[in-house]
């Protein structure tokens, strides 16, 4: 596990070193007080030496001033340590992310995935602060400690040794115990952040529908279950306090007893055994000894509470994309020839049914070349698999000449354009909207982009033009609106081939023959494949595949399809009447 998180800890190296450097100052004059303190009482108070008391007095205030500088130190570098880590994770994952395949994506819910890069890695960062603060500081206060507790007095002291396995074991079988729970508690955050992000995203259905109950019940139950795993698992970890209380308390009550006797039979003489001043620095190197025992079971909880992170974080980085460049990538499209050959596909491996079946399909460039079939029937798998997004499981896709799989990932994905059905716009203005498609394209360009996909007119409306305001996912944009400026981001690009998945379906039946005759004149040498429920959309193109069930039945011009393909007359018929 310690190959995966080196990198980020590499790059924190320096200020992790001198956190723990400035931890050991810490805890080297935090060791020496009780020391001192006993030479003021037993060479100072005791003797009524003023000298000593003043001697001793300054030397306690200098090793407390060098703690607290120490401590202030080491705070600073292990607070910058574990927030340069944190900061490095973050952009390991989120590019981890970038080169995922949509097979890679779907495998985590876009809730977990949304855990694992805020909560969990915010769990990473406290736990490895916790670490290189703390953990040093406990180990080393706890052997010095215990190791100038016997440089005191030795029989006293093997009571506290006896102690410190007692107090490991309990609290590790108390750990044990809460472990599974806090995993399913983490579990639990990654559903009710699903059951957030559906309904942020869909709140205007919800309202629509008039479900706000049916939701906040869902979300109730979500955070029920998070609720109930907490007080398990922490009720399992409280059980740790008390029982480190009694063990305080005990301690204090053995070396006070003990110290007492000591004491009495030496008559207070430095010389002959224990002394007050020694039997105070007993105590307090007693205390010292179990709060570096407490600070360590803190840390061990965090540590728990943090390895159902660590390992959500691993899995998302360790996580091999299934979609790789080749070892040798061709770095040029020739042109927009598609050529499906014996393609078969289906999303998972275990998955019984395959979506594709027997595809054969030839584009010359150029082309304009419409698709139509049933909800489900494999359409969008189709088009899914000339840029990547997906590879197929049986047979070739060949793009330009060669087999996709040739080409570097960047390249065939420049090459090819995707218009969705369900249009995203980022927050920003019209023209950083459409230079997501080519972030040097100028004004003219953008003009030229939007008249092709008739979005000119309405943004010449706005008074700002293209500098008007996207709202945060184009919400002060029609459906038809988006749809437009997303051909046009997508023509931007100039790609050689372009892809309309049922993209002009929110836009009126006159705009969608303008964008259609925009693309036809303007485009001529940029294949271009239109997905479409309407017929009326597709009619016109060179060739037009129907699906059915995962195969393409036919593959034919407009008219030729209502003489020879009977699905295909059905739907015509039916969107006629």
Same mark, same amino acid.
């Given at each position: 596990m310690f190959n995966v998180f080196k990198n980020s800890i590499a790059k924190v190296k320096k200020e992790s070193i001198l956190s723990m450097v400035f931890i050991l100052f810490e805890t080297g004059f935090e060791i020496i007080v009780p020391f001192m303190m006993a030479k003021l009482i037993d060479l100072g108070i005791e003797s009524s030496n003023m000298s000593n008391v003043i001697r001793y007095g300054l030397i306690i205030i200098a090793l407390v001033?060098?703690?607290?500088l120490s401590g202030i130190f080491c705070a600073v570098f292990a607070v910058k340590a574990g927030t340069k880590f944190a900061y490095d994770l973050r952009e390991r994952l989120f590019r981890k992310l970038q080169t995922f395949a949509f097979a890679n994506i779907d495998k985590f819910s876009t809730g977990s995935l949304v855990t694992r890069s805020t909560t969990d890695i915010a769990n990473v960062q406290r736990s490895f602060q916790m670490v290189i603060r703390g953990a040093l500081?406990?180990?080393?206060?706890?052997?010095?400690?215990l190791y100038f507790a016997y440089r005191v007095n030795a029989e006293i002291a093997r009571c506290l040794t006896f102690l410190i396995p007692i107090i490991i074991i309990s609290f590790v079988f108390l750990s044990k115990l809460a472990m599974p729970i806090f995993e399913k508690m983490f579990k639990a955050f990654d559903s009710l952040n699903n059951i957030m992000s559906e309904n942020i995203h869909g709140i205007r259905v919800v309202k629509t529908f008039n479900r706000e109950d049916y939701e906040f019940h869902k979300m109730e139950k979500s955070a029920d279950d998070i609720y109930n795993? &907490?007080?398990?698992? @922490?009720?399992? $970890?409280?059980?740790?306090?008390?029982?480190?209380?009694?063990?305080?308390?005990?301690?204090?009550?053995?070396? &006070?007893?003990?110290?007492?006797?000591?004491?009495?039979?030496?008559?207070?003489?430095?010389?002959?055994?224990?002394?007050?001043?020694?039997?105070? &620095?007993?105590?307090t190197y007693g205390l010292q000894m179990l709060m570096s !025992?407490?600070?360590?079971?803190?840390?061990? $909880?965090?540590?728990?509470?943090?390895?159902?992170?660590?390992?959500?974080?691993?899995?998302?980085? $360790? @996580?091999?994309? !299934?979609?790789?460049?080749?070892?040798?990538?061709?770095?040029? /499209?020739?042109?927009?020839?598609?050529?499906?050959?014996? /393609?078969?596909?289906?999303?998972?491996?275990?998955?019984?049914h395959r979506t594709l079946k027997d595809i054969n399909l030839k584009i010359n460039s150029g082309e304009t070349i419409g698709i139509i079939g049933g909800t489900g029937s494999g359409k969008s798998s189709i088009v899914n698999l000339i840029p990547r997004l997906y590879d197929v499981t049986d047979g070739e896709v060949i793009v330009g000449g060669?087999?996709?799989?040739?080409?570097?990932?960047?390249?065939?994905?420049?090459? $090819?354009?995707?218009?969705l059905q369900k249009n995203i716009l980022f927050s920003g203005t019209i023209a950083s909207n459409l230079r997501f498609g080519n972030e040097n394209a100028t004004i003219e360009d953008m003009r @030229?982009?939007?008249?092709?996909?008739?979005?000119?007119?309405?943004?010449?409306?706005?008074?700002?033009?293209?500098?008007?305001?996207? @709202?945060?996912?184009g919400t002060n944009f029609s459906g038809g609106q988006k749809q437009r400026l997303s051909i046009a981001r997508t023509i931007l690009k100039k790609p050689k081939i372009i892809i309309f998945d049922d993209s002009t379906s929110a836009v009126d039946t006159k705009t969608d023959a303008r964008i259609r005759n925009g693309l036809k004149t303007k485009l001529p040498n940029t294949t271009k494949i239109i997905i479409s429920q309407r017929i009326i959309s597709i009619k016109e193109c060179d060739k037009i595949a129907v699906v059915d069930n995962g195969r393409i039945i036919a593959y034919d011009s407009h008219e030729n399809l209502l003489k020879n393909c009977e699905l295909y007359k059905e739907i015509n018929e039916v969107q006629n009447s």
């Open positions: 001033i060098g703690q607290s500081r406990s180990i080393s206060m706890c052997i010095f400690s795993y &907490s007080v398990k698992a @922490e009720s399992y $970890v409280a059980l740790w306090d008390p029982f480190m209380n009694i063990t305080v308390y005990t301690i204090l009550i053995i070396i &006070s007893w003990l110290g007492a006797k000591a004491i009495i039979a030496s008559g207070n003489n430095p010389d002959l055994g224990l002394t007050t001043g020694k039997l105070m &620095s007993l105590i !025992l407490m600070f360590m079971s803190m840390i061990y $909880v965090m540590l728990i509470i943090s390895s159902a992170s660590i390992l959500r974080v691993k899995e998302v980085l $360790v @996580e091999e994309p !299934l979609i790789k460049d080749p070892e040798n990538p061709i770095y040029n /499209v020739e042109n927009g020839e598609i050529e499906f050959r014996n /393609v078969s596909f289906k999303y998972r491996e275990n998955a019984k060669h087999n996709v799989k040739e080409y570097d990932l960047n390249v065939l994905r420049k090459s $090819v354009g995707i218009v @030229e982009a939007c008249d092709i996909a008739s979005a000119l007119e309405f943004i010449e409306e706005k008074p700002e033009g293209f500098d008007a305001k996207v @709202e945060q996912g």
